[in-house]
């Protein structure tokens, strides 16, 4: 297949919006946050080393991005769940892999095919047309050399022709679509068994020596963390804005220095959005991505978008009809910014893939770029003269007070002098809330750091500096076993439990396997048997049931032919056996209707999926290399 990039004569269509790559890299170089390059690996690929500060950089703009989406619900904690490290670190490397594949198969962009992708760029345009002078402003306001922009250009549109070339060999055939349609519009209705676990918990014991097992084996988990407790002193940016004057000339200078940069808006989306988390164990995965496409299927349905997110989306902005406001580009992660932009006002996208888990956007409105004049910028540019002062303000202030703290002054009376106050939190461990604080990661990082006592720097939030002072500190400790005995021993308890269910859910499934009958089944060993009544196999979860742990409805083995489930399937703290009772096949006149759509879904699905083996097929032949040890310390 790959033989056609060495024949092929047709101009390639560049569909990679450099807007959105312009974004990516004024990000990685222009905000750069970590000052001192690196030079450490931290990985290598076939014999090419991506640096620590290539890491950091790019680690830093997608945790940005992250806390921008996430607010306060992304602690350190499901940083961690989430395993952004690791994500990052492993779109780099398949990056890393497609150029070299580009380059072993003679692939190249020429000068004209870069600067006709450039010149489309919107940033660097002026009345609808490629102005240099716009294009050199910009990356000049951004402090990045021209040359190394366009080298990064000439990678994205490498790596471009080599998926277009990979993708334009999908294909999907109308009897594909027609059975895969049939199948998930397939309404089924199933009898169950339902044994808990709880019912067993009554049952279990745990002797001295298992609970003593449990206690060594688990020390780690069982440990209690690091706590401090915090005095602090806020100085918000707008206590010290207030007390600062901004003359015209101020502004008007300020408007010059800014206006190809600041003033010219940019383009803006109005979206709502659902979202479907991506669950903690890998298993479950397959549930959340049948949940997204049930909701997906109901809007495509007709079913108004907000109506949809309130009842699916598992979002904070859920509850509100999944309102995200206005966005405009590089808000997003690149993945999705990229599919969210190529939608027109009342578009809805397909169901979008993230670390963060399953979206589907619905854009609303659209606002085209334009240049606002200085009479209608003067009282945005005199708050951000003002902010700006106001910040400097409070930078000096929060670093004086320090130096007087670290000197033996009390925080709360310094803080008094400027009309400020003192607070106290409570003993704090890492993973607790901290919902007064706007900077929480920072604020933690510098309280964990510092000594009982020791006065920090000052922490920069959004809107205004922290100065901490640790008043006690309180060491991670294993309490004895003496003190935690009773937590211990219900853990212990619960584990027998769940293993009593699973075994006693094996032994109902031989006697199902003979009889078929649920209800006597269940009747039978005093258990509690039930029916889901119609669902979809396309569902995201079963009636009465919920979403399973490790399976979504569709992948359930059961039929007319062969109708009882092949194992027990596991949801919450309950374990299920499954008979086949009845079933409906889908309506075929609404796929009539549906199916050019269908087609254009399942034709980007397969395209996904052939551009996911791929890479794959280059990870399993190359010599890959990770530094595990930087990660974990990163």
């Given at each position: 297949m790959l033989d056609v990039l060495r024949k092929r004569k047709r101009s390639w269509v560049v569909i990679f919006f450099l807007a959105i790559i312009v974004v990516v890299f004024i990000a990685f170089y222009g905000g750069n946050k970590f000052r001192e390059p690196g030079t450490e690996k931290v990985a290598e690929i076939n014999g090419e080393a991506i640096s620590q500060r290539d890491f950091a950089v790019q680690y830093q703009r997608t945790?940005?991005?992250?806390?921008?989406?996430?607010?306060?619900?992304?602690?350190?904690?499901?940083?961690?769940?989430?395993?952004?490290?690791?994500?990052?670190?492993?779109d780099m490397i398949q990056r890393r892999l497609v150029l070299q594949e580009t380059r072993r198969l003679g692939l190249a962009v020429s000068d004209d095919e870069l600067m006709n992708a450039i010149s489309r760029v919107p940033d660097f345009q002026v009345d609808g047309r490629f102005s240099k002078n716009r294009y050199l402003q910009v990356l000049s306001a951004s402090r990045i050399p021209a040359a190394q922009f366009e080298d990064e250009q000439r990678e994205q549109l490498?790596?471009?022709?080599?998926?277009?070339?990979?993708?334009?060999?999908?294909?999907?055939?109308?009897?594909?679509v027609r059975e895969r349609y049939a199948f998930g519009q397939e309404k089924v209705s199933f009898a169950f068994i339902r044994?808990?676990?709880?019912?067993?918990?009554?049952?279990?014991?745990?002797?001295?020596?298992?609970?003593?097992?449990?206690?060594?084996?688990?020390?780690?988990?069982?440990?209690?963390?690091?706590?401090?407790?915090?005095?602090?002193?806020?100085?918000?940016?707008?206590?010290?804005?207030?007390?600062?004057?901004?003359?015209?000339?101020?502004?008007e200078d300020y408007y010059v220095r800014n206006r190809e940069t600041r003033f010219q808006q940019q383009k803006a989306v109005k979206l709502r959005h659902i979202l479907v988390r991506a669950p903690a164990d890998a298993a479950q995965k397959p549930a959340a991505r049948a949940k997204a496409d049930s909701a997906l299927a109901e809007v495509r349905a007709g079913k108004n978008f907000a109506d949809v997110a309130k009842q699916f989306s598992e979002d904070t902005g859920g509850p509100q009809g999944g309102d995200l406001g206005w966005i405009s580009r590089?808000?997003?992660?690149?993945?999705?910014?990229?599919?969210?932009?190529?939608?027109?006002?009342?578009?809805?996208?397909?169901?979008?893939?993230?670390?963060?888990?399953?979206?589907?956007?619905?854009?609303?409105?659209?606002?085209?770029?334009?240049?606002?004049?200085?009479?209608e910028a003067t009282p945005e540019i005199t708050r951000s003269l003002k902010a700006e002062k106001g910040k400097r303000e409070a930078v000096r202030a929060a670093d004086l007070d320090r130096e007087k703290a670290s000197g033996g002054a009390e925080l709360a009376l310094l803080a008094k002098e400027r009309g400020l106050a003192a607070k106290q939190t409570p003993l704090l461990a890492a993973s607790d809330t901290l919902p007064d604080i706007s900077a929480v990661d920072e604020f933690k990082r510098s309280a964990f750091a510092l000594a009982p006592k020791?006065?920090?720097?000052?922490?920069?939030?959004?809107?205004?500096?922290?100065?901490?002072?640790?008043?006690?500190?309180?060491?991670?400790?294993?309490p004895p076993l003496d003190t935690m005995r009773a937590v211990v021993e219900r853990k212990v308890k619960e584990s027998k439990a769940r293993e009593a269910a699973n075994e006693k859910a094996k032994a109902l499934l031989d006697q199902l396997k003979k009889d078929k009958n649920a209800d006597a089944v269940a009747k039978a060993n005093g258990v509690p048997s039930g029916e889901t009544g119609w669902f979809l196999r396309g569902d995201a979860e079963i009636p009465k049931v919920g979403p399973l742990q490790d399976m979504k409805p569709g992948g359930i083995p059961i039929s007319a032919a062969n109708p009882v489930a092949d194992r027990?399937?596991?949801?919450?703290?309950?374990?299920?056996?499954?008979?086949?009772?009845?079933?409906?096949?889908?309506d075929m006149q609404r796929f009539d209707k549906d199916k050019d759509r269908l087609a254009q879904e399942a034709l980007q699905e397969k395209r996904q999926s052939m551009l996911k083996k791929f890479v794959d097929s280059l990870k399993a032949k190359a010599r890959i290399k990770i530094e595990e040890s930087f990660l974990e310390e990163s």
């Open positions: 945790l940005d991005i992250y806390r921008n989406m996430m607010k306060r619900e992304l602690t350190p904690e499901t940083q961690k769940t989430m395993k952004i490290k690791n994500t990052v670190l492993e490498l790596m471009q022709k080599l998926m277009d070339a990979i993708q334009d060999s999908a294909q999907v055939s109308e009897s594909d044994v808990s676990t709880g019912d067993f918990l009554a049952r279990q014991s745990a002797d001295d020596a298992e609970i003593k097992a449990y206690y060594d084996k688990n020390k780690a988990a069982l440990t209690e963390p690091l706590k401090v407790r915090i005095e602090y002193v806020f100085y918000p940016f707008e206590h010290f804005a207030a007390k600062t004057e901004i003359s015209p000339k101020e502004i590089g808000q997003l992660i690149p993945t999705l910014d990229q599919a969210v932009f190529g939608l027109k006002r009342g578009d809805v996208s397909a169901v979008l893939e993230s670390p963060l888990g399953y979206h589907i956007f619905k854009v609303e409105d659209v606002k085209e770029e334009k240049t606002t004049a200085l009479k020791e006065v920090g720097a000052p922490v920069e939030a959004p809107n205004g500096y922290y100065l901490l002072r640790v008043v006690e500190r309180k060491e991670p400790a294993l027990p399937y596991v949801q919450g703290d309950n374990v299920y056996l499954f008979v086949f009772k009845a079933s409906q096949p889908a």
